[in-house]
């Protein structure tokens, strides 16, 4: 007896639904079996993480602010991974969106009108966050070179040079010793949401996923992306140019996730300082695969993750357990959702082994 997995000719709706569904519950299992082995209750732990992310509106819009950058890496990352890109560098797209949007408000506020000011940041993180993806773009796209390696190594470029100007030249010589720029002026700052720390980054990230999803699956660009993805060699046979399709699909990629850090630095933080780089870039690539590249479905994803990491921080204080259980209830999450990603686009065949014939008598 043999198993085998054979590619289904076609995804039914319904397996789209259940698969994610239920690797979801397998994660909690899984979770649950981790909290047992520290000799905690799971649901009780369940039960504080959720209350911790979702149990006021106070909570739910900390759960909001750390759930806007993931949706904008996330949305990002989503873009290059549809044609089988591996943007591993939205951490370092984040980062240096955030050191240009800061570097118009610092730099430019005397230049600038006070209310063209915040959207020049913004759109200056952008451009930022879309030319540092735009060099491995054109790397894969003229010789070929790896992208998985070139946008991992420039995300380290992009935190120590950001460390470096807060640190150094940017630091507020009237900081008391705090590695941080001056404040942005209040005109700079980006406008929060109902009195929270919740910000418009989130309209902006809603806005982004209802185009991408527009474009994705309505537009002849989004439908020449999925055939590069699925077959690069039906593509070049369509006439489909791949390397065009690459850079552009980059500098989009990278233009979302320097909107995020554009965000963090003019909504969150209102400075430049350390705090900017906590990973959002690298927790994207979860968001991305649970969401399974469906720009709308990345919105609801990055809420539960960051309700993972609100919710951490609450067992932490509520049970005495790392708040980096959170993380680590992240990568449960990633995995089972992987899993199920094969029985989704693979069915498992049972061959069982034939008797052998029986073999004639000769008589002599």
Known sequence: MRFVFEKRQSVSRQALVLVPVGSFFVSLLLGAVLLLASKVNPL?????????????????????????????????VSIAFR???????????????????????????????????LPVALLLGVVGGALWAGGPAVLKATLGVDETLTT?????????????LYYGPWRDPEGY??????????????????GTRAHVGLIFAIVAAALLWFVLNRTRWGF??????????????????????IVWAMLLSGALSGLAGACEVTGISRRLQQGLSLGYGYTAII???????????????????????????QVQMMMGLPASVGIVLQGMLLFPMLAGGLFTEYRLRIIRAEKAAPVAEVQP
Do not use: C
């Not at 504080?48 to 990002?76: C, D, Q, R």
């Not at 020449?224 to 065009?244: F, H």
């Open 44 to 76: 009780t732990t369940y039960a504080a993480m959720a209350h911790g992310a979702f149990g006021s509106w106070y909570n739910f819009s900390e759960t909001l602010v750390k759930a806007i950058p993931l949706m904008l890496t996330g949305l990002g």
């Open 83 to 117: 044609m089988r890109f591996w943007n591993i560098g939205a951490e370092g797209q984040l980062v240096w969106g955030g050191v240009a949007a800061a570097w118009v408000i610092i730099f430019l506020a005397d230049v600038i009108p006070p209310w063209l000011l």
């Open 152 to 164: 991992l190594l420039l995300n380290y470029v992009a935190i120590l040079f950001s460390q470096y």
């Open 177 to 194: 010793g705090f590695p941080g720029t001056v404040q942005f002026p209040q005109f700079a700052w980006l406008p929060r949401l109902g």
């Open 287 to 313: 968001v991305a695969w649970l969401a399974q590249l469906n720009p709308i479905a990345v919105l609801f994803v990055a809420i539960l993750m960051g309700a993972l990491l609100v919710g951490g921080d």
């Open 224 to 245: 020449e992306l999925k055939i590069i993805g699925e077959n690069q060699t039906a593509a070049r046979y369509l006439g489909i140019n791949i390397a065009r399709h």
